[in-house]
């Protein structure tokens, strides 16, 4: 191998150093996480279980169907729950790796971004656990037909609850992806509003496609979604005018 081709090959191996480290920070800071939140496998269970419980019939509860149920099901949600306490570790991580080959505008609004996101994605979150899910699931245990003994699962509830959370979690994001389109000049905010009847059709359908299948539910993520795409406009509105005020204020300097 020649001079020139070493010169350009040690780059190379220190960006898959350096990303390779970086992962395993994220896995150590999942790992850490998981282990302090184990031990309150069950309390955190019965947490998330809690607008489910309250709303079943009276006399009713909760049910285990399968042998290793009521380990596997309260550690499985341990594990996403560290993945999410973890987040800020994971995004810092991401941000350290990406920074160094960013221009000095786009840190500027990359770091406020990444902060955002992270506030917006807790956000969701907590908007499906205190509005989504006492809706939804008292619509399910409401319409329970006569006769009929309503005790779901706890494996089959925590994957519905996941899949919400994921759901919200992901739609609250929405404002930091149409800021970001707009910023790197890959579409307009005006042109974006032009869209704006086919953006409301999108949100409708994943709202479909990403929660249970009732109406309520599925409004509950698609009317969010779209008022979330009206803030993201506006803030994009917002960054492209206050960078188009620093490049100038720059360019006289």
Not at 38 to 61: C, D, H, K, W
Request: with cysteine; charged share 15%.
């Amino acid at each position: 191998m020649s001079d020139a081709e070493q010169d350009q090959s040690q780059p190379l191996i220190a960006h898959l150093t350096e990303l390779r480290d970086r992962l395993l920070r994220i896995v150590l800071a999942v790992l850490i996480c998981t282990l302090g939140l184990f031990p309150f496998a069950n309390t955190i269970y019965s947490f998330v279980a809690e607008p489910m419980q309250r709303l079943l019939p009276e006399g009713s509860s909760m049910i285990a169907t399968e042998i290793a149920s009521t380990f596997l099901t309260p550690f499985k949600l341990v594990l996403v729950s560290a993945f999410c306490l973890a987040m800020p570790v994971i995004l810092h991580q991401i941000w350290q790796f990406i920074s160094p080959g960013m221009y000095r505008h786009e840190k500027r609004i990359a770091a406020p971004l990444l902060i955002s996101s992270v506030a917006l994605f807790y956000a969701g979150l907590a908007f499906a656990y205190y509005v989504v899910f006492p809706l939804v699931f008292g619509f399910f245990s409401g319409i329970t037909p006569e006769g009929v003994s309503y005790t779901p699962d706890i494996s089959r509830f925590l994957d519905t609850a996941l899949k919400l959370f994921l759901a919200f979690g992901v739609a609250f994001e929405i404002p930091i992806a149409t800021v970001l389109v707009i910023a790197s000049g890959a579409i307009t905010a005006n042109d974006l509003a032009e869209k704006r009847p086919y953006v409301i059709i999108a949100c409708f359908v994943f709202g479909m496609l990403l929660t249970p299948p009732d109406v309520i539910s599925q409004m509950l993520l698609a009317v969010p979604m779209w008022l979330l795409f009206e803030v993201g406009i506006i803030f994009g509105r917002l960054v492209k005018k206050k960078r188009a005020d620093t490049d100038a204020k720059d360019e006289q300097e």
